[in-house]
């Protein structure tokens, strides 16, 4: 994964707020008077209500997250899921409609599951992509009224993108950019990559819980977190009249939901059979001894069956889960008579290129997986179009985190089978998730 340097940045555009004044936010932790907790829990109930009534999808999820203050240790706001943690003097200084927006903007991170997508990202950069990503749904979609009473990340170049997409353009102009100019445009404390065993601290109910220090969540934690957004999400969507209304994102993520998930060996198996299947031709036969002129199924062997694998270096592809890839494949391949499979590693480019066929098939399990880094999808394509390999199908093994794009649709036809988390939904082609522990389930 491609490293952030801070020391590299030094200039960034402003925007409607003074970017000065988000250095003033530390000032806000702190015990608040009671009397104003009071009032701004008023303004917060009424965005709410007021986001359910315009907004029922964002307001249906944010109804579910438990009211939290956090002056303590909170300066602006947070989520972990399940609680939306505020600072009084903060929330104070917004308008009501700003409110509303706020939750939109904390909802949208649960939605996105960003605090699982990070991987080996830089947590800064990282967190500024989500901003942009969230900030510009949210603008795009009307949500509430964008935030302009306090410092607030927004470029309308980033409208639609994913925060993948928005971190690799930052990190490729790195350069242009501060990373302490983006930082006091935060609008919230980023949970999520925190360490240790310990529940959430200010688990109570609306009107009388306390946080009592920065959320600590385990791994089980944070995945049943996502399974409840998950059931929360479906339940949301019920209550929107069509999805136009929705982000792409959104939209995305309530389709890959709704629509049964194929196990990925069947997934493989069906797309390789029927690849396969489709390049046998009708030929008029010619057996010496036939008394009948037959018409019988043959294949053009001038015109060899190609299919294309690349595995993902960046990401951690055990031995097992290779093996077991490779086997399945082999298991597939091996019911038909002629064809060409070429494995190719990848992470930023494309490396260690390997062919087999029907005659050294049954050393494909023995394929070594070399080198690391980032991943560029783009370079798999580059690599068959310099090699003029036009395969019927291309099959990526992957974490499913690239850099930039997915690569190029029109190429061929593409199946990502993806390892370690099943968040993320490539833009085309076909997909499944593997499972080492299920097996393929």
């Not at 939209?251 to 797309?271: F, V, Y």
């Not at 190719?344 to 690391?372: H, M, W």
């Not at 560029?376 to 068959?384: A, E, Q, S």
Request: glycine residues 8%; charged residues 30%; proline residues 3%.
């Amino acid at each position: 994964m491609r490293q952030f340097n801070p020391n590299v940045l030094h200039s960034v555009k402003g925007t409607t707020a003074d970017t000065k004044d988000k250095d003033k936010f530390k000032n806000l932790i702190g015990a608040t008077d009671p009397k104003l907790d009071r009032e701004v829990r008023e303004k917060l109930i009424t965005a709410r209500v007021g986001l359910l009534l315009k907004a029922s999808f964002f307001g249906n999820l944010a109804t579910r997250l438990k009211l939290v203050n956090a002056d303590e240790w909170c300066a602006t706001a947070a989520t972990d899921g399940r609680h939306f943690y505020y600072n009084t003097r903060f929330v104070n200084m917004l308008r009501p409609k700003e409110i509303e927006f706020l939750f939109g903007h904390e909802v949208l991170h649960c939605v996105y599951d960003h605090f699982g997508r990070r991987g080996e990202r830089d947590p800064q950069i990282w967190n500024i992509a989500n901003d942009y990503c969230v900030n510009g749904d949210l603008k795009k979609h009307n949500v509430g009224e964008f935030i302009t009473s306090v410092p607030c990340l927004y470029d309308k170049k980033y409208e639609g993108m994913s925060s993948e997409e928005v971190y690799d353009s930052l990190m490729e102009n790195a350069q242009k950019i501060s990373i302490d100019d983006l930082i006091n445009q935060l609008l919230d404390d980023h949970l999520g990559d925190e360490e240790g065993e310990g529940g959430s601290g200010g688990d109570g109910a609306d009107g009388d819980s306390k946080g009592k220090g920065r959320p600590r969540l385990s791994d089980a934690e944070k995945q049943a977190i996502r399974d409840e957004i998950k059931e929360a999400v479906l339940a949301a969507a019920s209550t929107v009249d069509g999805a136009g209304n929705l982000p792409a994102g959104v939209k995305r993520m309530i389709k890959d939901l709704t629509e049964p998930q194929m196990n990925w060996r069947e997934l493989l198996r069906m797309n390789l059979e029927s690849t396969i299947k489709s390049d046998y031709t009708w030929m008029r036969a010619s057996r010496k001894g036939w008394h009948v002129d037959a018409v019988l199924p043959g294949q053009k062997f001038d015109d060899m069956i190609d299919i294309a694998i690349a595995l993902d270096a960046s990401g951690s592809i055990s031995e097992s889960m290779l093996k077991d890839f490779l086997s399945e494949i082999q298991g597939i391949m091996d019911s038909f008579p002629a064809y060409k499979i070429h494995v190719v590693t990848f992470d930023t480019d494309a490396y260690n290129p390997a062919q087999y066929d029907s005659d050294n098939l049954d050393s494909i399990c023995d394929y070594e997986i070399k080198g690391g880094g980032g991943t560029d999808f783009d370079c798999v394509y580059n690599y068959l179009k310099a090699e003029e390999i036009t395969p019927r199908r291309l099959i990526m093994f992957t974490d499913g985190y690239p850099f930039g794009s997915w690569g190029d649709e029109e190429y061929c036809d593409t199946t990502f089978i993806i390892h370690g988390s099943t968040s993320i939904v490539p833009p085309f082609g076909t997909h499944a998730y593997y499972d080492e522990e299920k097996k393929g389930r």
